[in-house]
């Protein structure tokens, strides 16, 4: 069965560096998310991305967040300078259309910032 | 603007007994609304959604939920718990109004016990 996929599983980094989270979405699948989830706390939405640019985004999404589908398969996000309260697990995850349809979710990158 | 709000954080049970996890959502149009379970260390798989026409929705591993249009509500139900049903629940309502987001609850960790 096709999954979407997360590189890598654990990230450690140091406050201020740049981190990029990496995520082979299903194949034949056009829309693409990020969420994130702070230890303890909700699946939070950052963003959507279809036709090769954000759909939506959350007001945590700022401008130190940045999505891009550099090729067929991947997907990444990106954040600039990291903060200790970027700390969490992020998701990624695809759907084949609209976001009425399921959303498939990869298995998550958690995300420790020191 | 949606929102979703999971009526407690743990829910516990015995194997056996009735499983219900209660899910109320708020959205300014007509909601798709989806029942998400994560086990430890996991990403989210999808139990169930409903999107249009029946009402009574019924999804993996047993589960089943009701959309009330007048009450708001999805709750989550499972006539018997199994050990392998102990998780973390999430309910997430999602709707197109331009763009494409998904909005989860606070989420519901499942206890059952022997």
Not at chain 1, 39 to 51: A, H, I
Not at chain 2, 35 to 55: E, F, R, S
């Amino acid at each position: 069965e096709p999954e979407v996929t997360q590189t890598p599983s654990h990230q450690v980094t140091q406050m201020g560096q740049e981190v990029i989270l990496r995520c082979v979405p299903i194949s034949n699948h056009l829309y693409f998310y990020w969420y994130r989830q702070i230890l303890g706390q909700k699946v939070e939405f950052l963003v959507s991305f279809y036709n090769n640019e954000i759909s939506e985004k959350s007001e945590i999404f700022d401008d130190q967040f940045s999505v891009e589908r550099p090729d067929g398969s991947n997907f990444t996000l990106k954040i600039r300078s990291t903060k200790l309260e970027d700390s969490a697990m992020y998701f990624c995850a695809s759907s084949e259309s609209r976001s009425t349809d399921t959303q498939y979710f990869g298995p998550g990158t958690r995300l420790t910032v020191l | 603007a949606q929102s979703v709000t999971q009526l407690g954080s743990h829910v516990s049970v015995s194997e056996g007994a009735l499983v219900l996890l209660r899910c109320n959502y708020s959205s300014s149009v007509p909601p798709y609304l989806f029942w998400y379970v994560q086990y430890p260390n996991q990403g989210l798989q999808l139990l169930l959604k409903y999107t249009t026409g029946a009402t009574l929705v019924k999804g993996i591993n047993g589960f089943e939920a009701e959309f009330k249009k007048s009450e708001t509500s999805f709750h989550l139900t499972k006539p018997s718990a199994h050990m392998s049903d102990a998780a973390e629940y999430f309910c997430a309502v999602s709707s197109f109004t331009g763009g494409f987001k998904t909005i989860f609850g606070a989420g519901t960790r499942l206890f059952v016990k022997a």
